[in-house]
């Protein structure tokens, strides 16, 4: 009896020794996962040259001193008034920009067709006195600093205006409405600004530009429509005007893997 289960127990051990190794092999085999491809992101670049359009509001504020009638002068200069001038304007743009990290600078010119009208009645001649400006130009430096494709910046350099000045008869007098006298300039000076861009397509942009103009003071010689010198006024004037922006830029964004 002893031997019989002894060589029970024998064939035990021995069937477990062959149903381990047959267990292990039977196993699933690990599943093999592709590593996935490495991140691509776009990175916006304002570098090159670039063309647009703009439109928008501006004001003009305008002050004139009497400083001869005719030509005798008037000593000290007499006080003429105030007025606004406000209206629409629009015209376009072209320059070059380059960047660096994000640091973006650039240079550009831009034209611009503009309707500022206002008056006031003279403190001085009691006359109806209206300006006008039709057009400016600004050759401007820029300096600005990109997040990616929004790009914040400020500009300055110098601005000519086309200006227009008219007297009239004011009314309540006979002959209201005649014109007495105007003065045309063309006038130089200095301008700063700040904007906001969005580049919303590799190669398009749209924004929001302020920018401010200071004529200073400068003295204007009005003639009668017979030719005739009808006085001079030291005009002062400064300008103030929002703009949308809409630009399109030779190049596009660079494509960085990481």
Same mark, same amino acid.
């Given at each position: 009896?002893?031997?019989? +289960? #002894?060589? #029970?127990?024998? /064939?035990?051990?021995l069937a477990?020794?062959?149903?381990?190794?047959?267990?292990?092999? &039977?196993?699933?085999?690990?599943?093999?996962?592709?590593?996935?491809?490495?991140? !691509?992101?776009?990175?916006? &670049?304002?570098?090159? +040259?670039?063309?647009?359009?703009?439109?928008?509001?501006?004001?003009?504020?305008?002050?004139? &001193?009497?400083?001869? *009638? $005719?030509?005798?002068?008037?000593?000290?200069?007499?006080?003429?008034?105030?007025?606004?001038?406000? $209206?629409?304007?629009?015209?376009?743009?072209?320059?070059?920009?380059?960047?660096?990290?994000?640091?973006?600078?650039? *240079?550009?010119?831009?034209?611009?067709?503009?309707?500022?009208?206002?008056?006031?009645?003279?403190?001085?001649?009691?006359? =109806?006195?209206?300006?006008?400006? =039709?057009? +400016?130009?600004?050759?401007?430096?820029?300096?600005?600093? #990109?997040?990616?494709?929004?790009?914040?910046?400020?500009?300055g350099g110098?601005?000519?205006?086309?200006?227009?000045?008219?007297?009239?008869?004011?009314?309540?007098?006979?002959? /209201?409405?005649?014109?007495?006298?105007?003065?045309?300039?063309?006038?130089?000076?200095?301008?700063?600004? /700040? $904007?906001?861009?969005?580049?919303?397509?590799?190669?398009?942009?749209?924004?929001?530009?302020?920018?401010?103009? +200071?004529?200073?003071?400068?003295?204007?010689?009005?003639?009668?429509?017979?030719?005739?010198?009808?006085?001079?006024?030291?005009?002062?004037? =400064?300008?103030?005007?929002?703009?949308?922006?809409?630009?399109?830029?030779?190049?596009?964004? !660079?494509?960085?893997?990481?």
């Amino acid at each position: 009896m002893k031997k019989l +289960f #002894a060589v #029970a127990a024998g /064939a035990g051990a021995l069937a477990l020794g062959l149903a381990a190794p047959a267990s292990a092999a &039977d196993l699933a085999a690990r599943p093999y996962t592709k590593a996935p491809p490495p991140m !691509v992101a776009t990175i916006y &670049d304002w570098s090159g +040259f670039y063309i647009g359009v703009n439109g928008g509001y501006g004001s003009s504020h305008t002050c004139a &001193d009497v400083v001869a *009638v $005719g030509v005798v002068p008037v000593v000290p200069a007499a006080a003429e008034g105030c007025h606004n001038a406000t $209206g629409g304007t629009a015209g376009g743009q072209i320059g070059y920009r380059w960047q660096s990290a994000n640091w973006v600078f650039g *240079v550009e010119g831009q034209g611009n067709w503009a309707d500022f009208t206002g008056s006031n009645i003279g403190l001085f001649t009691g006359a =109806d006195n209206r300006s006008r400006i =039709d057009s +400016f130009g600004l050759i401007t430096g820029q300096v600005g600093y #990109a997040w990616n494709n929004v790009l914040l910046y400020v500009k300055g350099g110098a601005a000519v205006v086309g200006d227009r000045f008219d007297t009239y008869i004011p009314p309540g007098f006979i002959g /209201a409405g005649t014109l007495l006298a105007s003065a045309r300039d063309t006038r130089w000076g200095g301008t700063v600004g /700040a $904007g906001i861009e969005f580049g919303f397509a590799s190669n398009w942009s749209v924004g929001f530009e302020y920018d401010h103009i +200071f004529l200073g003071h400068h003295d204007a010689v009005f003639t009668t429509p017979a030719a005739g010198v009808f006085g001079t006024a030291r005009i002062g004037q =400064d300008v103030d005007m929002g703009l949308v922006r809409v630009n399109y830029r030779w190049g596009g964004p !660079v494509v960085a893997k990481y």
